[in-house]
């Protein structure tokens, strides 16, 4: 598997994602409901661009460049659900001997309520039903993504939309992963000293090896980035908040609209021994905060 490009990313390949930029917040949404965290569908699209980045050669036909993006992305995210342990759930979904029970496809108006309850399905029914009813690909399309056959993908399709008609029309709630105090005492400093600009003092709260990763531009050593200085120099008014995506806690950017507050971009801090020891920071990704409007 080809490694993500270390350090500042070079210009043919920030080239290449304008070349994709009109497919990305699909590729996103994909990502993110068969995850369940949008950012983590965010991470997994980014490893899908660069793959396809490495293996541009391969691809035939230029008309084909949307459906062979979405099938590295879904075999991105599956490798991810397996490396969560779900192999076993993985595994069954993949059986298409089960009885079928007949179900009826979503209507327009049903998408982002499947978008939202999507996520109760194994694997292989998630993915064939966004695939087929949200993203409007046909049976043999969708096969030639997931892998499966014709017959495969009518199955994985019943079963799924069977069991999407049998959860109440609502989630039952975000999940939630609280902050133990240290950490979150940690964060609102971080937070503070960010707030006030004092860049030598939240270098302080970070190690001394610690990653930074900037969508689209950056991924390396935090000390080999000149990243406090971009928002230092930004012309806009901004701050910086503690909030949540998907239950997980999370900081906000926001900058003054006029005379309210808009959040623009979340940054995933990960602490590890009561010190920051990696940040990523998704400025470049508005369809994050955008999917979020959409399906909360």
Known sequence: MPERPIGLFDARYRAFLETVSDTRAQLHRYCARMTGSRLDGEDLMQETLFEAYTKIETLDDAHRLKPWLFRIA????????????????????????????????????????????????????????????????????????????????????????????????EPTGEPNHPLDPDTAQLLQRYVDLFNRHDWDGVRGLTSADARLRVADCFDGLLTNSIYFAEYERNPERWTMELGAIDGEPVLFVLFQRGDRWEVAWPVRVHVAGRVIDRIEDYYACPWIIGDASESD
Do not use: M, Q, W
Not at 114 to 139: M, N, Q, T, W
């Open 74 to 169: 879904h075999n991105r995210c599956i490798d991810f659900l397996r490396r969560r342990n779900a192999r076993e759930r993985a595994e069954s979904a993949y059986s298409d001997d089960i009885g079928v029970v007949a179900a009826e496809p979503a209507t327009t108006d049903a998408h982002r309520a499947i978008e939202r309850l999507v996520g109760h399905l194994p694997p292989k029914e998630r993915a064939c039903v966004l695939l087929k009813d949200v993203f409007d690909y046909s049976l043999e399309e969708t096969a030639e993504l997931v892998d499966s056959t014709v017959g495969g993908v009518k199955s994985a399709l019943s079963r799924g939309r069977a069991k999407l008609a049998g959860l109440p029309a």
